[in-house]
Every structure is written in structure tokens, then in C-alpha cells.
């Protein structure tokens, strides 16, 4: 292919399908509505006083203008319905339509969450079969339906362990709360929320905690321990048992961060690690759509030890009917959200667990490891691996293979940019200098990872060989360059004011 | 004026009976731009090793901690209303904290410039 540079300026600043659009407030009009109302009736004003007395200022579009508007927005964004979205740590793998069909079904959609119980028999009845479902792919006894994302099914697990601790009458004495150098931000700042104190733990040479430094830190003081399994340098913690029985032999609980579970789903139960909570991300490993696509949902299950503790709502089946029970037991920390979780992935979610069936659940997992480790392998020749040996469902890099090159992590996935590639996940994990996380998931096909290995190689090739420069001009094709995120961050303009746009 | 480091990248400079804490330029050189740094209120005692401070860049937000044991004296205004200050010299007028230290042997375990140099590069 190639790229006329002298390709002339057009006058709309247009570049054929790559529309240039401005805000709504420079577009619309003050003056006008996509909407008719009829005239108001003439009626007493009831508003004592607090009526506005200046105008909205919102823009008003016509209903084409509206439409155009979005979609042009919208063709800006990457998505996963367009190409590989290798986000390590994220699982960005294929939103199977039929998931759409299922909860688009109007018992389930139009369904309002203060329906009678009566009249909402079969959507209690789904969110008891996904729920039995997630504990008997984990293992665990119970589950916490209600988080909203990992972060809240974090929140969901660590209160309870906060519950188990304090009903021991030791809520004084087990202040902290160990987690690895590498965990997710989420981890500590979750320890922090429930008033612990967070101490890492160092990782050994192999990119895995270290049972060493860990049993050394362990103590009657320590509540719990937060690890991720595969962790986020994309490994299996062979420890895992050890770490489990350490911890449980000094009093503490173990809280399994499950963003990662798509890679073990149907090959491993939790709950025989010996892990105490753990939640799941039903927008992961369940295929339920995110980041930016819908909300997350994040159940989380819980040992028998922690069983008692989870909050209200849950769903109980009596007598053949199934009930919500809104009031939490005594023991129970209390509630979490208004009502019963995210439906509509609950919906999508139970539709991608029956459609792969447990066989099909395993086979997910083996294909997402099987294809990461062939990412792995084809990239290592030119990229440099964090750590020796196979991964699990992301492959990590480091950017030693960019040292004297003048290229930096951020550059590099700049570039990807140009290859049409969202970016991978980048300078995480902290713990790997200039980190390079790669999440493939199992929705690629062969075809699509030997094109995708192919232009990372081919970037590599161009850095090795001194092309600095275009990488720090990266990105060329974008609808915009290089983004300042400096300026940004340090002075960002949140809001969009009048004086502004009259300059 | 000799400046002492850390194996976490803080540095620690004599003045008076105090010392003077900021983060190593080649620390400020690896976090690349800095957008927001949260330092301690004076009048707080850490104990070496604790979190006292945090810095955000545009790739990572980073704990610091205390190099050694003391009260905080004195806290730079200037760099928590200017972050940029860190990239631009973060071995001087972007020091974070003056401490009064609580167990002065403690600034015997610190590493010197040759000895910190050493260690960055190999790390």
C-alpha cells in the first residue's frame, strides 16, 4: 500500500469516511428543538419561587443532526466488533449476539425491579440458576450477586472478611492486609476503604509471590491477603495452596482477585485452592460487554466462613417459588446496592454459560491460554518476554528489547495505533519496567493473531532499525495526533463554557 | 552538601539539624511527566519505611516513603500547586518534605551518590 504524502488538505477538514465533528454546543442551536411540545396550559405555578430564571443553555438539534452527531462520535471509537482489543488484564473478547437476543427477550428487559415477586418469578429463577452456576464453577458455597464490578465485588468480599474478623471480637487487632507488588490498583485501594492497612508483598525472580517474603510478613495481626490468580504478569501462582494454608494457619482469610479467571474457568475450582472470596467479572470471563460497551457485574462467592456475612438481597427458592430476601441477617454486613445486581448481564451472561455449556467453558479457558502462549512465542524472537517460560492468558513483555532504540513503551503503542490495533495494556504490571501486557483472548482467530504478531514485529524491526522519530510522531492516521496527556492531567478543562467557544 | 538516597529513589540532604526529602531525578526521569503529588501535613511522624507521599504521572502513581524516622517539619507548597516542577529539578527546588529526625544512625544506612548511581543503573 501505498500513502500519497502529499494527500491535499480538503476544504470540511474531512477525510472521506473520517468525519470531522464538532461539540453539540457548537453545532446546536439555542434557538431550536429536535422536539414539538404542544403549547404549555395555562396553569397556576406551583414552584414557590425556585423556577429557573435564566435559560437551560443546551443546545438544541434536530433528530438527524442528533443522529449524525453520535454516529460520527461513535466511528471514532475502537471496538471490539471492529479488531482485536488486546488490553491485558481486561479480557476484551467477543460480545456473542446472541447474548443481545436473549435479554433483549421483553420478559426480561422490560421487567421493572419493583415488579411483585409474583409477576418476576422467572427472572429470579435466572439469577438463582447463574448464581448456582458460579459456585459450582468455583466451588464455593455461596454468591453475592449484587456487586456491580470487580472493584464492588471487591468491596462485597472484604467486607465480609471485615464482618467474619470483627465477630471474632478481633477487629483491633487484624489491621492489615498483605497484597503482591503487582496486584490491581483495586486491591489496596479496597483494603484502604475497609479501614485496613495494605503491605506488599515482593515477587520472586519468576514473576510469582514470594512464599518466603509472604510467611514472614504473616502475623495475628494480618486480616487477609489479596492475590490474583493467574496474576497480572499473566502466570499461574503454583503457590497457591501454600499461600491458601499459610494464610489460613495465621488466622487470616484469602481473597482471590478473579479478573482473571477466564483463563482457568472449567479447569480449576477456587474454592479447592483454598480461596475464602473471590468475585467474578461477568464482563470478563462471561462475555457480557464493557468498556464503554455497558456496565460491569461482579458476584462474588464466598466460603462457608464467610457465607453468613454476605449482604441482601439474595434469592431463595421455597416451596417451588423463589423469593428475594430484602432484609439482611443479623450477621450479615448489610447491603450493598439498592437492588438485586445488573440483570441485563445476568441475561447475558447465563446465555453464554448455557451456549458453551462446561465443556465449552474449559475449552475457552484452553483457548485463550493456547493463544497468548502462541502470541508469546511468535513475539519473543524480536520482543522481550518479562519472565522465562509459558503464560497463561496474557503475555507479558518488558521493553528491554527498546533500550538505545530512542523508542519508548508509549511510543510503540502509539504506532499500534497507525496498524489499526487498539494499543495493549501499557506500564502495568508497575513491577515490569515499561510493561507490555497482552491479552489475545480466545475470540481471535490464527489469522487474525498471525496479522496482529506480524505488525508488532514488523514495529520492532522499524524501531531496532532508528526510526525514533516517526515513532514519536505516531499516531499519523488517527482523526488526532498525539493527545498532550500532560496538559491534561495537569491543567484539564472539564467543562465546556460560552466564552470559550466565542474565541 | 551531600546527598544521601534510598533504594526507593528518595533523596536526603543535611541542612541544620534537619533533612531536606525529595525524589531522584532519575526516578522523575523514569515516572516521566508528574501530574500530582499529595505530601504529608507538617506536624505528622513517620516511621522509616512508611508511605508519607505520592506522585502521579502519566504512567503510574507511585508511593514515597519515609527515608528515615522523624517529624515532618516542612512541606513544599510549590510542588504540590506545580508537579511539573519534578521533571524540570527534582533534586532541588522540587524537595518534597524537611524532616526532624527522630534517630539520626539512621541516616548511616543511606546510600551515596556513587553508590546510588550504581544501584539505578542495575536496577
Redesign the interface.
Known amino acids: 500500500m501505498t500513502v500519497n504524502p502529499q494527500a491535499p488538505p480538503t476544504f470540511t477538514g474531512n477525510k472521506a469516511l473520517q468525519i470531522e465533528e464538532a461539540l453539540s454546543f457548537e453545532i446546536g442551536g439555542f434557538d431550536r428543538t429536535g422536539v414539538d411540545f404542544p403549547p404549555a396550559e395555562d396553569r397556576p405555578n406551583r414552584l414557590g419561587g425556585l423556577g429557573r430564571d435564566s435559560d437551560i443553555g443546551l443546545p438544541g438539534l434536530s433528530e438527524p443532526e442528533t443522529m449524525r452527531h453520535f454516529v460520527r462520535l461513535s466511528q471514532k471509537n475502537y471496538a471490539i466488533d471492529m479488531g482485536p482489543f488486546p488490553l491485558g488484564s481486561c479480557t476484551m473478547k467477543h460480545n456473542p449476539r446472541l447474548n443481545e437476543k436473549i435479554a433483549r427477550l421483553p420478559g426480561f428487559a422490560d421487567l421493572h425491579p419493583l415488579a411483585p415477586q409474583a409477576c418476576a418469578q422467572g427472572a429470579l429463577e435466572l439469577i438463582d440458576t447463574l448464581a448456582f452456576w458460579l459456585k459450582e464453577l468455583t466451588g464455593m458455597p455461596a454468591v453475592a450477586m449484587s456487586p456491580k464490578a470487580g472493584a464492588h465485588g471487591e468491596l462485597c468480599g472484604m467486607m465480609a472478611i471485615k464482618a467474619a474478623i470483627d465477630a471474632r471480637g478481633e477487629g483491633d487487632k487484624r489491621t492489615r492486609v498483605l497484597a503482591p507488588e503487582s496486584a490491581h ?1 483495586t486491591n489496596p485501594a479496597t483494603a484502604v476503604q475497609c479501614g485496613f492497612t495494605v503491605e506488599e508483598i515482593p515477587g520472586d525472580a519468576t514473576g510469582r509471590v514470594d512464599l518466603a517474603a509472604l510467611k514472614e510478613k504473616l502475623g495475628d495481626d494480618v486480616a487477609a491477603i489479596m492475590v490474583t490468580n493467574p496474576n497480572t504478569c499473566g502466570l499461574f501462582e503454583r503457590d497457591i495452596r501454600a499461600i491458601a494454608d499459610a494464610v489460613h494457619e495465621a488466622g487470616g482469610y484469602f481473597y482471590c482477585d478473579g479478573a482473571n479467571f477466564n483463563a482457568i474457568a472449567g479447569k480449576v475450582k477456587p474454592g479447592d485452592l483454598g480461596v475464602d472470596a473471590m468475585h467474578i467479572n461477568l464482563h470478563k470471563t462471561f462475555s457480557t460487554p464493557h468498556g464503554g460497551g455497558g456496565p460491569g457485574a461482579g458476584p462474588t462467592v464466598l466460603a462457608q466462613a464467610l457465607a453468613p456475612y454476605a449482604p441482601a438481597p439474595y434469592v431463595v427458592r421455597q416451596d417451588g417459588e423463589y423469593h428475594l430476601v430484602e432484609t439482611p441477617s443479623a450477621e450479615s454486613f448489610g447491603r450493598l446496592t439498592a437492588f438485586h445486581g445488573q440483570m441485563g448481564m445476568f441475561t447475558r451472561a447465563l446465555s453464554y454459560m448455557m451456549s458453551h455449556g462446561v465443556d465449552g467453558i474449559r475449552q475457552v479457558a484452553e483457548d485463550a491460554v493456547l493463544n497468548a502462549n502462541y502470541v508469546l512465542a511468535r513475539l519473543k524472537g524480536e520482543m522481550t518476554p518479562a519472565f522465562e517460560g509459558y503464560c497463561m492468558h496474557e503475555a507479558l513483555f518488558d521493553d528491554r528489547f527498546l533500550k538505545d532504540t530512542g523508542v519508548e513503551t ?1 511510543d510503540f503503542a502509539k504506532a499500534m495505533i497507525d496498524e489499526g490495533y487498539h494499543p495493549m495494556t ?3 504490571p ?1 513491577v515490569v519496567h515499561g510493561a507490555m501486557l497482552i491479552e489475545p483472548t480466545e475470540s481471535e482467530s490464527k489469522r487474525e493473531l498471525d496479522l496482529f504478531c506480524d505488525a508488532l514485529l514488523s514495529l520492532a524491526k522499524r524501531a531496532k532499525a532508528g526510526a525514533a522519530e516517526a515513532f514519536k510522531a505516531a499516531p499519523v492516521y488517527s482523526p488526532r495526533r498525539r493527545l498532550d ?2 496538559a491534561a ?2 491543567k484539564p478543562v472539564l467543562r465546556w463554557t460560552p466564552a470559550k467557544a466565542a474565541e | 552538601m551531600t546527598d544521601l538516597y534510598t533504594k526507593d529513589h528518595e533523596w536526603v540532604r543535611a541542612e541544620g539539624d534537619l533533612y531536606v526529602v525529595g525524589i531522584s531525578a532519575h526516578a522523575a526521569e523514569q515516572l516521566g ?1 508528574v ?2 503529588v499529595e505530601l504529608p501535613e507538617a506536624g505528622k511522624t513517620f516511621t522509616k519505611g512508611d508511605d508519607m507521599a505520592v506522585v ?1 504521572s ?5 508511593d514515597v516513603y519515609a527515608p528515615i524516622s522523624g517529624e515532618i517539619v516542612e512541606v513544599n507548597a510549590a510542588v504540590v500547586a506545580e ?2 516542577k519534578i521533571n524540570e529539578d527534582a533534586m532541588g527546588a522540587a524537595w518534597f518534605v524537611k524532616i526532624k529526625p527522630s534517630n539520626a544512625s539512621e541516616i548511616d544506612a543511606l546510600m551515596d551518590e556513587a553508590a546510588y548511581k550504581e544501584f539505578a543503573e542495575n536496577s
Open positions: 490498583g508509549i501499557m506500564y502495568f508497575l496527556e500532560t492531567a495537569r | 511527566d501530574v500530582f502521579e502519566v504512567k503510574a502513581a507511585s508537579p511539573a
